[in-house]
């Protein structure tokens, strides 16, 4: 099942890549149901908080008519950085499950642990490394992409 939501979240970050945005893409489940799938889309925004696990639990929390996300999870293709991180413990989502770790950014576990901090209100499960290599390629492609100069598509 794990796998399944992931490459629904691998969709996300393709539809990403083709729009030239950092191909990160996020789906939040809840009761086995999609709620809500978003990509990244701070190019075409404009706006620094455009990243696709934001983007999601506003969708989420619309549809839901609710800012906490009691029991759902959520499927990203990289681990989470600190402004995500913050806001998945802010909506109180069960648990996350990640794609490739990120060393230098991720907030799950490689830099910090803020989904995991019993500091907080809330603690936030994770798992990562589901479908690693096949996330951890999206993004490295499209950096090596871009630093070549090539087409995206």
Not at 81 to 91: D, E, L, T
Request: proline share 1%; with cysteine.
């Amino acid at each position: 099942m794990q796998n399944k939501f992931m490459n629904v979240a691998i969709k996300e970050a393709e539809k990403a890549r083709l729009e030239d945005e950092v191909p990160i893409g996020a789906v939040i489940v809840l009761d086995g149901k999609i709620i809500a799938r978003a990509h990244n889309k701070m190019e075409k925004t404009q706006l620094a908080t455009a990243h696709a696990e934001i983007l999601a639990i506003n969708k989420a929390c619309k549809k839901l008519k609710s800012w906490r996300l009691d029991n759902a999870e959520m499927f990203v293709t990289i681990e989470p950085c600190a402004m995500c991180a913050g806001a998945i413990v802010n909506a109180r989502i069960k648990k996350v499950y990640f794609g490739a770790y990120e060393e230098k950014s991720g907030c799950a576990q490689s830099k910090f642990n803020v989904l995991s901090n019993s500091g907080l209100n809330h603690v936030t499960e994770f798992e990562g490394g589901i479908e690693r290599e096949k996330c951890a390629s999206i993004i490295k492609n499209y950096f090596k992409a871009k630093r070549m100069g090539k087409s995206l598509d």
